[in-house]
């Protein structure tokens, strides 16, 4: 048997992933991504009346609820052509970028900073140096050498007591970790830091939605209604915490998440030059402010990207059915007209047909199925979603401030413009583009802001609402940039009950496995780019490539070495 790493499952992630590595001595020859956990949400929507779909649809992801929703109510609005009142749109907008804002600093801090970050090593940090660090890269005011000091007898306590919790069984002492103690000692507290941070700025999402995780939706408009006298509406006490939520976010982004995304960069720019994948970048666009029939309001553009060429921007056409094809060659479904063909999704099927061994095993049959994602391709071609896709896009369209920070990023690290397109430029692009949407948000709360002054408090659009004016078949789509990439739902509605339903998904583009061509998904072909393992059994250059995507958190991780030995095992019971 050929020898080959194994990780399963990848963890800090939102699901169950598995990825085996095909080596040629240290270096890694081939990669495949295998998704080891079954949705099936489409199936469950089929014959439920469409204004409920976005409650069931949430329910796909425990951790990207709100632009589940979000896609779902915009595709039946789509479908039976609703039209929502403008403070619907800004509101839909400050709550996706608050979903941004949060889900991209939690996970740069909880999810990937581990990967460059050596906690351990913060015991040996001084204190004084770390402080005179913190001071030199920004003016955030937790920065004393009593706080330092504080937080490394805290991490020395839990050592002592041989309980790292949240940081036990990592790879601690790896010969690939940079960062001085300084480095990580500062790094940890921003860590610890961002777990108070992100418990205050979700109250947007409760503010307008009612709640979150799940926050509520509703069929043309938002269930925010604004009236500044009422204790049960939008009034100004509620408007004056966005505010404060806005401001919070800000002051962590500008002071603390980008400055650490830079210091921590400048140890690792060899990782400018790996990880880069297919090289072609895909965007649906979000945050109209003219409606979503017009992308020319959209904040991100819609488009395509080919083989890094940056002049172009190819347009997208959601309904074509020869544009947008999901491909089952390699995964564990069924099409009825054969597993090589590919349907768009208006006419897709969820036919499940596990043929894979049955767990535990040492290695997929990657010549067969090998993965319950579906590989999605525009017109034939593997395409990367995500921040950096985004930051490209914005990039390539002549975006001033984007161009102002990705100028600014590339100069401060003396890289050359090709880093972009790698696990360090996927990154730092998560990064950027985190500056770019927490300042947008300030403009769409001002024209909220005006809005209310002028007199238009209308969040909800009635119109329609009764289903006996609906066609007897309609169908739509609804889109959106989640944060970690172009999500769409597609529905197909039939005497007002859901006929066909689905949803292709930020991860099933970017973790997809080969196609009928065998053409590599973005991970795989990004694991396939100048990787080499210093150390096999702690195979800590996989998940760096693999967390800068941003997989949409498994309890247990799995690793094998290429003889099928099992190296860690840790349970949840």
């Not at 906690?119 to 920065?143: G, M």
């Not at 060899?270 to 970048?281: A, L, Q």
């Not at 649906?284 to 553009?301: A, H, T, V, W």
Request: glycine share 8%.
């Amino acid at each position: 048997m050929s020898e080959r790493v194994v990780v399963d499952p990848i963890t800090r992630i939102e699901g169950h992933l598995r990825v085996e590595a095909q080596m040629e001595g240290n270096n890694i020859a081939q990669a495949y991504s295998s998704g080891t956990m079954v949705r099936g949400i489409e199936t469950i929507l089929k014959g439920r009346d469409p204004r409920d779909a976005w409650a069931f649809a949430q329910r796909i992801c425990g951790v990207c609820t709100l632009v589940h929703g979000v896609a779902s109510i915009r595709a039946v609005e789509d479908a039976l052509k609703y039209r929502i009142p403008p403070n619907a749109e800004i509101i839909r907008n400050l709550m996706i970028a608050a979903q941004y804002v949060h889900d991209h600093v939690m996970h740069f801090y909880h999810l990937h900073a581990l990967d460059w970050v050596d906690v351990v090593s913060a015991l040996s940090a001084d204190p004084k140096a770390t402080s005179e660090l913190a001071q030199s890269l920004s003016s955030w005011p937790k920065a004393s050498v009593g706080y330092f000091r504080d937080t490394q007898n805290k991490l020395k306590r839990f050592v002592e007591a041989g309980q790292l919790g949240i940081f036990a069984k990592a790879y601690w002492g790896h010969p690939a970790y940079k960062l001085p103690p300084e480095a990580n000692l500062m790094a940890v507290s921003h860590y610890l830091e961002a777990l108070e941070w992100q418990r205050d700025v979700v109250k947007l999402h409760a503010i307008f939605g009612g709640k979150n995780p799940h926050p509520m939706f509703l069929v043309g408009g938002v269930p925010s209604p604004i009236d500044l006298n009422s204790d049960s509406a939008i009034n100004a006490k509620r408007l004056a915490q966005v505010q404060e939520v806005i401001d919070k976010m800000r002051t962590f982004v500008d002071q603390v998440y980008i400055p650490d995304t830079l210091a921590v960069a400048s140890f690792y720019k060899d990782w400018g030059e790996r990880g880069e994948g297919v090289g072609n970048f895909l965007c649906y666009g979000d945050f109209p402010m003219s409606g979503m029939g017009d992308p020319s309001s959209f904040l991100i553009p819609p488009g395509v990207i080919l083989d890094r060429d940056l002049s172009k921007i190819h347009p997208i056409d959601m309904e074509s059915p020869d544009e947008i094809k999901e491909f089952v060659s390699h995964s564990w479904y069924d099409y009825s007209g054969g597993k090589d063909e590919g349907l768009h999704p208006y006419v897709g099927e969820t036919n499940l047909h596990y043929t894979g061994p049955k767990p535990p095993y040492r290695q997929l049959n990657v010549d067969e199925s090998y993965s319950w994602l579906k590989s999605p391709r525009w017109n034939g071609k593997a395409m990367e979603v995500g921040p950096l896709a985004r930051v490209l896009m914005l990039y390539a369209s002549g975006h001033e401030m984007t161009k102002e920070l990705v100028g600014m990023t590339l100069a401060k690290l003396d890289l050359p413009p090709r880093a972009l397109f790698s696990t360090l430029g996927r990154t730092a692009a998560r990064t950027l583009e985190t500056k770019i949407i927490v300042e947008a948000m300030q403009g769409w709360y001002d024209s909220l802001i005006a809005n209310i002054k002028a007199g238009d408090t209308k969040t909800f659009n009635e119109t329609q609402w009764d289903p006996s004016t609906w066609p007897k078949e309609a169908r739509g789509v609804g889109y959106t940039e989640a944060p970690r990439g172009g999500l769409a739902h597609w529905v197909v509605i039939k005497d007002g009950v859901i006929d066909n339903y689905q949803a292709v998904v930020p991860s099933t583009w970017n973790a997809g496995p080969r196609d009928a061509e065998n053409q590599a998904g973005p991970y795989e072909a990004a694991l396939q780019d100048n990787h080499q393992l210093q150390d096999p059994k702690q195979p800590i250059e996989i998940l760096r490539t693999i967390h800068s995507f941003d997989p949409c958190i498994a309890c247990a991780v799995h690793v094998t070495d290429p003889e099928g030995e099992e190296l860690v095992q840790v349970q949840i019971r």
